[in-house]
T-cell receptor, first 115, second 112 residues
């Protein structure tokens, strides 16, 4: 498709389980971002990739969170030992030049609910 | 690090009335400024951006914003709103162009 695609759109899991969220960016976009949006809050930065490498992972809350982008396209956000506080909408965005053009293209998000 | 403050969490306004959504940021360096809109059940979309040049920037759907460096503000305005403008609006700032910091959002509700 033409836009950023995120799967699954909804994920319900139990506390302590492992979760993977996938992002398929716009073709040719070298920069990829992960954000987390809790109810009533703005998007909170998690990690930014330029190509295959994580250029900035300072927003990852702890070592239970990890993200990869092995071929510089699709990215997977991995959350181990999920906690109820991880419940949020996880947003992915991509950009052609890493943001200097100013436009991030967002997916519709993956809503994670941890019971 | 940058921070963004959106002073109004909810703004109700009657159809065809003007609206201003306020945004202030903190930064000691040059910044890029953005407004994004999120319609119900959709992803965020760019409304407009300030990178350099003219401080008055025009975006889609009749929105505009003015960058005021002395007041560190980037307020969003529209002279006449439509029902279809009902959405969540987010102000964002970036200094390097790599990391974007978002405000907590303003929910605009247009009343018929």
């Amino acid at each position: 498709g033409a836009g950023v695609s995120q799967t699954p759109s909804n994920k319900v899991t139990e506390k302590g389980k492992y979760v993977e969220l996938r992002c398929d960016p716009i073709s040719g976009h070298t920069a990829l971002y992960w954000y987390r949006q809790s109810l009533g809050q703005g998007p909170e930065f998690l990690i930014y990739f330029q190509g295959t490498g994580a250029a900035d992972d300072s927003g990852l809350p702890n070592d239970r969170f990890f993200a990869v982008r092995p071929e510089g396209s699709v990215s997977t956000l991995k959350i181990q030992r999920t906690e109820r506080g991880d419940s949020a909408v996880y947003l992915c965005a991509s950009s052609l030049w890493g943001g200097h053009t100013g436009e991030l293209f967002f997916g519709e998000g993956s809503r994670l609910t941890v019971l | 690090a940058q921070s963004v403050t959106q002073l109004d969490s909810q703004v109700p306004v009657f159809e065809e009335a003007p609206v201003e959504l306020r945004c202030n940021y903190s930064s000691s360096v040059s910044v890029y400024l953005f407004w994004y809109v999120q319609y119900p059940n959709q992803g965020l979309q760019l409304l407009l951006k300030y990178l350099s040049g003219s401080t008055l920037v025009k975006g889609i759907n009749g929105f505009e914003a003015e960058f005021n460096k002395s007041q560190t503000s980037f307020h969003l305005r529209k002279p006449s709103v439509h029902i279809s403008d009902t959405a969540e609006y987010f102000c964002a700032v970036s200094d390097t162009g790599n990391q974007f910091y978002f405000g907590t959002g303003t929910s605009l509700t247009v009343i018929p």
